[in-house]
Each structure stands twice: as structure tokens, then as C-alpha cells.
């Protein structure tokens, strides 16, 4: 969303960059005798508890190199091959430590519960991050002493958003209930809107992004888009324009997919980086005048806004006991609507109501 290895029937997720850098696990330099191998295969005798699926899905998503390059599956290992294995959980602590927190719960009942993430908090632990996440707050919360990290469904993880990115995420409470919403995500019958200030104006009021991320190449702790679709998974996100500032846009988004960094992705690689989004450019004057008030004026922004201004306004699904359609809403945050009010004053915009 930098995430961890997920077996092919557990669900999509969004999932947090920061405390989730990848980190070299294993270093294999093969010997001159080696046979020719399918990757997948030599790895899993050399690997604990590895099994075909997440071998498969680690060397998709790029954690695994050979000669410090990306390959296939089907990659056959060769006489004096370099290969480096990547894992994002950290060997240092599996276990998570329930911590007492404030949790801004928006709705709860016996199956589920819905909490407004603050920007800041980190969802689940992870390199540099053990503890103030949100999982270590559910944890304290729904009664676990410690957790494994390999279990996070005890704490009902279903999905993930970035740690500097507010608004909704659902738990589940009860393993049905978990199997059930993980479903709905994978199926991509989840309804998930997201309220974005980005840089530049649209031609169009609406539209459709449709290219594969993945892993930068070069940088691992890093999402890409590779339109020619030769790396990475396929992404879809579409977009709406709610008010224009000249400058910035204020946009509606909807995800069909939930791949890692997505809407930063996908609006980098139109053109319209996130405002104040300080890993995919968003943190600089990207559109604009060269006069020193609006350089001012863009600076206060970013004062009040020190993240990318990206919220998770709505989430709709399917109760997984009642089957009810069941939709929430969150109030945009205070930074967020600060800046928007700042830019609605500069341009001369109107009021509206999301």
C-alpha cells in the first residue's frame, strides 16, 4: 500500500510505505555445477515454511532479484547466479504488544468495526514502527495480549491505507467475518472513495486509469507504473473532478483494484501528483506562477498540509452477517479542509459540500 507476501485466496490490500521497507532475508550466490532450476523451485528448499504461491507472488512483486535484476517464475537458476530474497516483516520482532490508544471508532457491532484512521499512524507494525500502530491499539482493544504477525486476522486486518493518508478501514471481529470481507475485496465489490487535492487541471471531468504497478526497479521501498505491462499487477483507478483551483484540482477517486501506493501512482503517471505528497513529488511547486506571494502562499499550504492530501471519505460493503448493503462516510480532516478553504479563497472558488 511494503507489503507482506499474501497466499492467491487472501485479499487486495492498500498498505502503508513508511515502517515497511523491505530487507534483505537471504543472499545466494549459486554454484558453478548448478543445474538449470525453475526459480520457485530451488528456492523453497532453502527458504522455511516457503511455499510455491508466495515464492510466485514475492518474485511478481520484485523481492526477489537474480543478478540484482527482476525475473519470472519461470526464471531457471544458472551456474554462479547472484539471488537476493527481500521480506518486509522484520526478523527483529514478530510479535505485536498490545498498547492502550485512543481509537476514533465510526461504527462497531458484534461482527465488525469501522475506524477513522488519523494521518500519522501506521496500520500495522513493521520495520521501525513496532509500536503506535493501529494494530497494536486493536490488539489492546478487542482483548489480545500480544499478537503473531502471522495471524493478523486475530486482530480482523482486512485491508490497509498509508500511514500519512486519513479516513476509513474496516476490522473484523470474528474469523467469518474476516473470510467474508476479504472476499468482498478480492472480488473488488468493496466501495471505497477517496478525496484527493492534486496538482494541474483536467482536460476532462472524468476518467479512468488503467497501468500496472510494481516495484521501482531501482528504488524497492517504491511504487511504479509500467504501462507496457511487462512488470507489475494490474491497477485501475477512476477519477472525478469535484472543484477546480486553477493550479490544483480537487478530485474524487474509486478503486476497482487496491494495489500498494495506487492513487499516488496513478496520478503521478498522469500528471497530477498529490499535494504536499513528499515520495512522488507532490512536496514542490508543480504547477503555478513564479511570483513570491504564491510561493508563500503555496509554503503556508504545506505547513498546515505536511503529508499527501489523500482521504478515505467512504467504504460500502455487504455485512458479512446480515448481507445488508452497508455504506459509511467520514468528514474530511482538519488539514485537509484547512487547505482546501485556503485555495478556494485564492482562486475565488465556491463552497461545496462532499
Known sequence: MTEEVWDDDEPEVEVTEEGEEPVERLRITTDKRQEPLRI???????LEGATRNKLQESIEMGFILVNEKIVKSNYRVRPLDTIIVFETRSPESQ??????????????DDDLMIVNKPAGMVVHPGCGNYTGTLVNGLAYYLGNESVDLGNLH???????????TTGLVVIAKKEKAMAN????????????????LVWGDFEEEEGRVQVNIGRNLRFRKIMDAFPDGDYGKDAITHYKVLERFN????????LETGRTHQIRVHMKYIG?????????????????????KYKQFIDNCFQILPRQALHAKELGFNHPETHAWTQFDSELPDDMAQVIEKWRAYTGGIIRKY
Open 247 to 254: 493550479y490544483v484540482t480537487l478530485v474524487e477517486l474509486r
Open 154 to 164: 486475530r486482530v480482523g486486518l482486512v485491508h490497509r491505507i498509508d500511514k500519512d
Open 181 to 196: 470481507l476479504a472476499a468482498q475485496f478480492k472480488k473488488h465489490t468493496v466501495h471505497r472513495r477517496y478525496i484527493a
Open 95 to 108: 510479535e505485536v504488544v498490545a498498547e492502550d490508544m485512543p481509537l476514533n471508532i465510526a461504527y462497531e
Open 272 to 292: 497530477h501528483p498529490l499535494f504536499g505528497d513528499a515520495t512522488y513529488g507532490g512536496d514542490q511547486i508543480v504547477k503555478g506562477t513564479v511570483f513570491n
Open 40 to 46: 520457485d523451485k530451488f528456492l523453497m528448499n532453502r
